[in-house]
């Protein structure tokens, strides 16, 4: 089976940095998924990284560690408009575009 | 480029009667998968097709089923609907399978009652 690990809840204050992990255990491993969910909202995709190391979009950052199972998603200057859910999701060899998310970690940010 | 589209944007049934959900992917987009969100057990995996054919299939009954269409829009059905259906069902539509970067309809809000 597969165990997908982040963090319920988190807070953070507008303008500074916060990190999102995410530990997976799975067989196949075929690349991590980074979303962004609003409430009410669908999914908004952020990254995807199949290669070990970080990936930098913007204010957003994603790493990947295959060998620890472990994954990071990184947001720099944040905003209050970041306030959101963050799904970590994993796709396995041939399971096709099947996505096993874990639970997603709601962040909140303060003023 | 238009993004993904499904409808209809929100459901209400009752116990026992049956729903089809609609999903348009993105335009050359041949891979449709579709997913249930609750807030108990998150998002989970239904089905996907690709090319007119179901690839992988999640961990639901039978009362769960779906086709796609050959210009790739797909439909899901749920039949004899339980109060546990109740949920937001989400498209997600890619190149082709295992390709990478999938991007997520706004969802069918289905209430059962």
């Known amino acids: 089976g597969q165990n997908i690990d982040q963090p319920t809840e988190m807070t953070a204050t507008e303008g500074a940095i916060v990190q999102i992990n995410c530990t997976y255990q799975?067989?196949?491993?075929?690349?991590l998924f980074w979303y962004q969910q609003h409430a009410g909202e669908a999914p908004t995709f952020l990254s995807y990284?199949?290669?070990?190391g970080l990936e930098e979009k913007g204010r957003f950052s994603s790493f990947l560690s295959r060998s620890k199972g472990y994954s990071y998603l990184l947001l720099k200057e944040l905003q209050m408009k970041d306030s959101a859910s963050y799904l970590c999701?994993?796709?396995?060899?041939?399971?096709?575009?099947?996505?096993?998310f874990g639970g997603g970690t709601r962040l909140m940010v303060k003023p | 480029k238009a993004g993904v589209t499904q409808t209809p944007r929100y459901l209400i049934k009752t116990r026992g009667q049956q729903v089809t959900l609609s999903c348009s992917p993105i335009?050359?987009?041949?891979?449709v998968s579709w997913y249930q969100q609750t807030p108990g057990q998150g998002l989970q995996f239904l089905f996907e097709?690709?090319?007119?054919?179901?690839?992988n299939k999640g961990n639901f009954p039978g009362r769960f089923s779906g086709r796609q269409f050959s210009n790739s829009r797909s439909e899901m059905n749920v039949s004899t609907l339980e109060l546990g259906d109740s949920a937001l069902y989400l498209c997600?539509?890619?190149?082709?399978?295992?390709?990478?970067?999938?991007?997520f309809g706004p969802g069918t809000r289905l209430t059962v009652t």
């Open positions: 990284n199949v290669l070990d």
């Open positions: 799975t067989s196949g491993f075929n690349g």
């Open positions: 997600a539509s890619s190149l082709e399978p295992g390709q990478g970067e999938q991007y």
């Open positions: 999701a994993v796709m396995r060899n041939n399971a096709g575009n099947m996505l096993t």
């Open positions: 097709y690709f090319s007119e054919t179901q690839r």
């Open positions: 335009s050359g987009h041949r891979s």
